[in-house]
Each structure stands twice: as structure tokens, then as C-alpha cells.
């Protein structure tokens, strides 16, 4: 079972609903560790080198060299931990190993979190530009 499944499946504590009507969600420390262990594998940026490579459809592990410049046994020790995790599938078609991404929920995070640095640039971008017209002045 990979880290994606047991993650969906992890039991939940505690769900309740504030007059907010904001759910707050309590989950164990073992679901929390699974959730840790999700984001620990897309936390190196090999893997989402890779990732973003398979993001137009399969590819072979030539494939995969060529589209992010990593080496062969590079590319071969991050497919294993992406595959281990869910992220990836593989599939043996004759002498060749294509893999694909398993579940496109892992591009709309990327974008959540691309999204989110994005502002975060901008506000410190206008930061800065308010510092600097206070110092010119």
C-alpha cells in the first residue's frame, strides 16, 4: 500500500464545525506522520523535476533524462521512492518501463503551492518598493 492510500484511508479522530462553518479536523499523530512521510517525497526538487516532466503523459526513464538532465541512476533512485509513495505508476511495455503520474491531485498541489509563493513574491515586492520610496524620501 503506498503513502497516497494509506493516507486517504487513515482513520480521523475528531470533525466538528464552528459557527464559521470552517471544519476543523483532528487526526492522529500516525495519519499526521503519513501526511509528513506524502510531502517528505515531493520536498526534493529531483523529484519534482521529474514530476514536472510527466506532466504531458508517460515517459520512459530515457525519457525522463533527456526532459530534466538528471542522470540515469538519479532518475532511477527518485522514480523507486515516487512509485513507493503513489505518485508514480510504472508500466512494462516490451523491454521498456513507462511511468506516468498516478493521480493528477499532485499537479493541483504543485499549483496551490506555486499560487501561494507567488503572492507571498509579490507582497514582499511591494514591501520593498514602499521601503524604498520611504528611504528616497
Known amino acids: 500500500m503506498n503513502l497516497s492510500t494509506m493516507v486517504s484511508r487513515a482513520p480521523q479522530v475528531d470533525s466538528t464545525t464552528t459557527d464559521s462553518d470552517c471544519r476543523l479536523v483532528k487526526l492522529s499523530p500516525e495519519t499526521l506522520q503519513l501526511v509528513a512521510d506524502f510531502f517528505k517525497v515531493l520536498s526534493e526538487s529531483s523529484r519534482l523535476q521529474i514530476v514536472c516532466a510527466l506532466k504531458l503523459g508517460e515517459k520512459n526513464v530515457s525519457e525522463i533524462i533527456e526532459a530534466t ?29 513507462y511511468y506516468q503520474i498516478a493521480n493528477a491531485f499532485v499537479f493541483e498541489l504543485c499549483e496551490l ?23 528616497k524620501a
Open 69 to 97: 538532465g538528471l542522470g540515469q541512476a538519479n532518475v532511477s533512485k527518485h522514480l523507486k521512492i515516487l512509485a513507493q509513495a503513489g505518485i508514480v505508476k510504472r508500466q512494462q511495455q516490451g523491454v521498456c518501463v
Open 113 to 135: 503551492v506555486c499560487d501561494s509563493l507567488s503572492v507571498q513574491i509579490q507582497q514582499q515586492s511591494e514591501q520593498i518598493a514602499h521601503l524604498e520610496a520611504f528611504r
